[in-house]
Structure formats: structure tokens, C-alpha cells
């Protein structure tokens, strides 16, 4: 009968591919719950966290999430604050995760400063949204990026590209900046 998307950016780009049928757009939801403040988790398994403002990346690592561009914009972040740390959860399993892991290990100012914690479920993802000051989503395309409704069911503000399909919501609530996918510009808005 239609055409299901989650978002007017993920149905604008089916329109791109010429599909002129009906198409709905249907957000997912959350239970909200699920996003109860929990123990801060994150600081217990990383001490080092404590009285830091806390960056969070959460979701896969792969190179359409824009997380090299994420730590060469950290790295100038960092050039100028010492009490921020990047943490970065996701799968670490994979050829790209591994290489940007080798990457932050070969340079010490980014070795002290970012954290690889691997996949948060539960009540560790939950309390790592709580913990942290910011989300960020740097990504070259998503069609929706439940992450950040995650993180602001949790009442913590985002930065997301306007190639994530939530950015226009996020845009009319003013619960975050649409940011520019520049290393400049990322480093200006973490800060």
C-alpha cells in the first residue's frame, strides 16, 4: 500500500531514486521506561572519567559515522581543554573499529583522552547516556539515527549532522545543533 520510512530525510532520498508512490513517514519510538537514570556505570568501570564533561559516540564503527573525522576534531578539542574525554561505544570487532583503535593508540594525546568500551546494553548503555555531557552523531547518512533519540530520551543534548534523518526534529525542538560534517566545526560545537 506504501512505502515505509523513518524520517523526511530517508524518504527525500527515495525520492532521489525516483520512487513516486506512496510514501509514509512512521518514526520508531522508544518505551521511555527503559531510559530511567541508572548507576553511573561508566565512571565505575573508568575512574579516569571522574569530574569529566564526557563526549559520547554510540553505535557501530564504521567509516559512514564519521569517526575519523570525530577524533581529528577531538584532537583539537583536547589542543585546548583538559576535562573532556571521548567515549566511544560500539562493536569493536570489526576491520574498521580495529583501525581506529590503532589509531588513537599511536598518539598519546588522544590515547589518555579516548575510550573504546565496546558494545553498552541495558542498563550500561543507560547509564552511559546519563553520565555523558553531549551525544554526538557525526555520520555521512543515516536514515534515522536511533542513538540520539536514545540519548535525548535520557535529556542529554545532541550534535548530529543534517544527513541524519532525525536532524529536522532536532532542529525544531532546539534539543541539540545540527552541525556541519567539517573537523572545524565539530571541534567548535563539542566546545
Known sequence: A???VVSDYEKNRFKELGFNSRIEV???GLNLSEYNRQDDILRIRYPELK????VLYLGRIHPKKGIGMLLEAFRKVIAQRDDVYLVIAGPVN???AKKMISLVNKESILKRRVIFTG???GACKT???FASDIFIL???GENFGIAALEALACGLP???TKETGLSSDLKESGAGLIIKREVSDISKNIE
Not at 51 to 54: F, L, Q, V
Open 26 to 28: 512512521i518514526p520508531p
Open 127 to 129: 547509564g552511559a547516556f
Open 51 to 54: 569530574g569529566k564533561k564526557i
Open 138 to 140: 557525526p555520520s555521512y
Open 158 to 160: 545532541v550534535l548530529l
Open 119 to 121: 558494545i553498552l546494553l
Open 94 to 96: 570489526n576491520a574498521y
Open 2 to 4: 506504501f512505502i515505509h
